[in-house]
């Protein structure tokens, strides 16, 4: 029995999903902890490309059971929608999706409220994927939330959407100078969505205490990555939950006792999506270089991400945040090419050199990098499932990297396909 929690160790986008569903086929559950459908996991087996938000990115591996835990908020409409895109591939969800009571419910308003806020934010805008997954933690913080419990009571949910729209319709008119919204409108709007959803709601930490007790393997996913941590990341410039190994008891029921191993997931490189500082950014050719060779646009919004060098001081400290006692790397093949590959060893800040990584913005900001030059290799690696076949150069680089943090690669990801990794 093991229960592993996979952790984005930068600013998302690490290949998450392709190791959930590599790993998904040896657990008996898979966990979703947090987020909402601003995430966007790509999968790719079978000559297929599947890209989840909600489901779990183990339905497709094996036979576990996929549950979307308490600390994940749910867009009703999308999670049928993306049910539906799974049943017509093939897969059946019939006795194995379940999702929780408690987690929290995405309304037309929080979206709407979402992208008006963005809006009048202008130059300071977070860059938010605007589907309404702050407001929506918002709500539930304000303890004004509607969960998905609640969907299943037409007249609890009746009630509790009147209540909030009395404070919304009033902002929206007021304040933003929209239309205002009808309980009525939202209700209709839902209705097939409930009934469609009806089936899969459950007390899932009663089943996943269920399983630790009869040694089950447990395997939870997270969303976005570490350093987009509503605590712990480069605030305010984050996520609005935690997708941390903390956050995934949170966001599950597991007690942190039961968690036996951390996974971080790190790319070769850096990335990230919207505002917010970003310590080894590249400007010019060698960033396009990247974004245009690891295909570096959104998942789920299309949007370029800003790429860069493989900052350790970062990756260290999310290491050290997580209690992360393994790694992997992924989109090494994406590394082909460089004569030199870099990577961020040291800070320096006001002049002074440090290897600890700075909760004040205004210092990340100032960050300037201080680079280890390794030499990368011509050969292709993409597609190698053997550790053997590796150049000297591309081991000497995951060597490097094991050395500086003290923690070992257990997988390495030379391509997007499930087959194409080396497992050690």
Not at 373 to 392: C, M, Q, R, Y
Not at 398 to 416: A, D, M, Q
Request: charged share 25%.
């Amino acid at each position: 029995m093991s229960t592993r929690v996979v952790i984005g160790a930068q600013w998302g986008d690490e290949g998450k999903g392709k190791i959930v569903d590599l790993l998904s086929d040896q657990a008996d559950y898979v966990v979703r902890f947090q987020g909402g459908a601003n995430a966007g996991h790509t999968l790719k087996f079978d000559d297929k490309k599947v890209v989840l938000h909600l489901i779990p990115s183990g339905i497709f591996n094996g036979n576990a059971d996929c549950v979307i835990g308490n600390g994940v908020v749910i867009d009703p409409v999308a999670l049928v929608e993306e049910i539906k895109g799974v049943q017509e591939m093939g897969f059946s969800l019939e006795g194995r999706f379940f999702i929780s009571q408690t987690a929290h419910v995405i309304l037309p308003y929080h979206k709407l409220l979402d992208q008006l806020k963005e809006k009048r934010r202008g130059g300071d805008a977070i860059g938010t994927t605007g589907r309404g997954i702050g407001p929506a933690y918002v709500s539930k913080v304000s303890r004004v939330g509607i969960r998905m419990i609640d969907l299943l009571d037409r007249e609890i949910l009746k009630n509790k959407i009147d209540q909030n729209l009395q404070d919304i319709n009033f902002a929206l008119e007021n304040l933003y100078k929209e239309p205002t919204l009808k309980t009525e409108d939202l209700m209709a709007e839902l209705e097939e969505s409930i009934a469609a959803l009806e089936p899969f709601i459950c007390n899932t930490t009663n089943l996943l205490h269920e399983g630790i007790n009869n040694h089950k393997n447990i395997l939870l996913e997270g969303a976005q990555g570490t350093m987009l941590d509503v605590d712990h990341g480069t605030y305010p410039y984050v996520t609005s939950s935690s997708p941390t190994s903390g956050g995934a008891c949170t966001g599950s029921g597991i007690p942190p006792t039961a968690l036996d191993k951390v996974m971080g997931i790190t790319k070769a490189y850096c990335t990230r999506v919207g505002n917010g500082p970003f310590p080894t950014e590249l400007h010019g050719k060698v960033g396009d270089e990247l974004r245009k060779k690891g295909h570096e646009f959104g998942a789920t919004t299309g949007r370029p991400r800003r790429c860069g060098w493989l900052d350790l001081v970062a990756l260290k400290y999310v290491v050290q945040l997580n209690g992360m006692n393994e790694l992997t790397l992924t989109k090494m093949d994406v590394m082909d090419g460089f004569e030199e590959i870099k990577v961020c060893t040291k800070y320096i800040i006001d002049g002074k050199e440090t290897d600890v990584f700075p909760l004040s913005l205004d210092d990340v900001e100032k960050v300037e990098p201080v680079y280890t030059s390794l030499p990368g290799w011509k050969n292709s690696i993409e597609g190698l499932t053997n550790w053997d076949d590796l150049p000297a150069t591309a081991k000497s680089y995951i060597r490097f990297i094991e050395e500086y943090l003290g923690v070992k690669f257990t997988i390495i990801s030379t391509g997007p396909k499930r087959s194409e990794t080396i497992l050690l």
